[in-house]
């Protein structure tokens, strides 16, 4: 893989060193949200634009192509058109991404205020705050975040998230990205998960997740 991998074109720390040259790749600002938004699935230009509220067009297609000749993003036509994807290497971003957000729990304590948010946000958010719980045997839920269902699924090899497909989870929370997050976080209760939200579904599969 690492044959495979071009070296930036652009400014670089010049340090032999593995997080200097990570940096180098994807440090530059809105690079990391750009995985954050493709580490569900490939998207249009439109789509991921339409995700990352606040970036320029001219910017994000200069991102996409300078992580396309890095190796980490990579373009393929489908029925939809072009779709942007994370190549193999670039889908590896995922478990240190993870620890970045859950290092960023903290900062979401003040609550959401002005800021933008998208409920896609939550299938790296979710694993990344559970991370080491495990359940056996598998317990999913579903979380409805305004209109888009997050399917969590917690098992023997411990949290995932998708977005929501045909398999819709038989318990599903209707809430606000505050109470899921407050929720899977531990700072809410099931039973007050429940009041601030609507509850589809049996509660058991939510109280065996988050007891």
């Excluded at 580490?39 to 320029?56: F, H, I």
């Excluded at 729990?105 to 990344?128: C, Q």
Aim: charged fraction near 25%.
């Amino acid at each position: 893989m690492v044959d495979n991998v071009n070296a930036p074109s652009r400014r670089s720390y010049g340090q032999f060193c593995g997080l200097a040259r990570a940096l180098d790749v994807v440090g530059d600002r809105w690079n990391l949200l750009i995985v954050r938004e493709l580490l569900p699935g490939p998207l249009r230009y439109g789509e991921l634009k339409a995700s990352l509220p606040g970036v320029a067009s001219n910017l994000l297609a200069e991102r996409l192509r300078t992580m396309e000749e890095t190796g980490v993003v990579e373009r393929a036509l489908g029925g939809a058109g072009v779709l942007y994807g994370l190549t193999r290497w670039g889908a590896e971003l995922k478990e240190p991404m993870e620890a970045l957000g859950r290092w960023g729990v903290p900062l979401l304590a003040e609550g959401r205020g002005d800021d933008e948010f998208r409920p896609r946000w939550l299938t790296l958010a979710l694993p990344a705050i559970l991370h080491g719980r495990t359940a056996t045997p598998a317990v999913e839920v579903g979380f409805d975040v305004e209109g888009l269902l997050i399917v969590l699924r917690i098992d023997e090899d411990g949290p995932s998230a998708r977005i929501g497909d045909e398999n819709r989870p038989d318990t599903v929370l209707v809430a606000d990205a505050e109470t899921v997050v407050g929720l899977v976080a531990g700072a809410l209760t099931v039973d007050q998960a429940i009041d601030a939200g609507e509850l589809r579904g049996d509660p058991a599969p939510l109280r065996q997740a988050f007891a």
